[in-house]
T-cell receptor, first 117, second 114 residues
Framework: GAVVSQHPSRVICKSGTSVKIECRSL??????MFWYRQFPKQSLMLMAT?????????EQGVEKDKFLINHASLTLSTLTVTSAHPEDSSFYIC?????????????FGNGTRLTVT | GDSVTQMEGPVTLSEEAFLTINCTYT??????LFWYVQYPGEGLQLLLK?????DKGSNKGFEATYRKETTSFHLEKGSVQVSDSAVYFC?????????????FGKGTHLIIQP
């Protein structure tokens, strides 16, 4: 089945540094990918829609300068958390939909646990 | 707007017990319904889905029936295993959903004890 690979699975960084998280669709092309944030024991919160070849669309309340999204190819989207602070510590998950099947369910990555010290 | 309501957890059961996790929804249109499962430290996996009324989705011994009259999509399993311990999310896909087309419930943490 369709696989979405997310890397790294865990990252620890110091406050003030930037962290890049990659989301790849391994066996399908995805013009659109999505980034979520999940707090402990909470549901997923959609942060932004990543669009190949154009700017990302951010949900209300999400700082676009803080969470930089680049969708450079049909199989790769990256989320960069800039100038990270401890409050950015969270579980970040990406998802993608196969371009060949727009009505198919989303495929999710395994998430990235970010800890900012 | 759309919304999904799930029973709050954690739900703790013994191995081989019968499982029901309730899910009800409100939607502006005629949604598709999903159950996703999240194992510890992982992302979400699609468990099952149903796209129209009276459809039954099933996978790995889990079942859920799309009940339009009661706007429900309860998840059931006849005999749970320790390996079923996870967080289960009910979700719908509709025109009234988010940019990703999905509206998630808050999740139900299921704990199965041996």
């Amino acid at each position: 089945g369709a696989v979405v690979s997310q890397h790294p699975s865990r990252v620890i960084c110091k406050s003030g540094t930037s962290v890049k998280i990659e989301c790849r669709s391994l066996d399908f092309q995805a013009t659109t990918m999505f980034w979520y944030r999940q707090f402990p024991k909470q549901s997923l919160m959609l942060m932004a829609t990543s669009n190949e070849g154009s700017k990302a669309t951010y949900e209300q309340g999400v700082e676009k300068d803080k969470f930089l999204i680049n969708h450079a190819s049909l199989t790769l989207s990256t989320l960069t958390v800039t100038s990270a602070h401890p409050e950015d510590s969270s579980f970040y998950i990406c998802s993608a939909r196969d371009d060949r099947a727009q009505n198919s369910p989303l495929h999710f990555g395994n998430g990235t646990r970010l800890t900012v010290t | 707007g759309d919304s999904v309501t799930q029973m709050e957890g954690p739900v703790t059961l013994s191995e081989e017990a019968f499982l029901t996790i309730n899910c009800t929804y409100t939607a502006t249109g005629y949604p598709s319904l999903f159950w996703y499962v999240q194992y510890p430290g992982e992302g979400l996996q699609l468990l099952l889905k149903a796209t129209k009324a009276d459809d039954k989705g099933s996978n790995k011994g889990f079942e859920a029936t799309y009940r339009k009259e009661t706007t429900s999509f309860h998840l059931e399993k006849g005999s749970v295993q320790v390996s079923d311990s996870a967080v289960y999310f009910c979700a719908l896909s509709d025109l009234g959903g988010g940019a990703d087309g999905l509206t998630f419930g808050k999740g139900t943490h299921l704990i199965i004890q041996p």
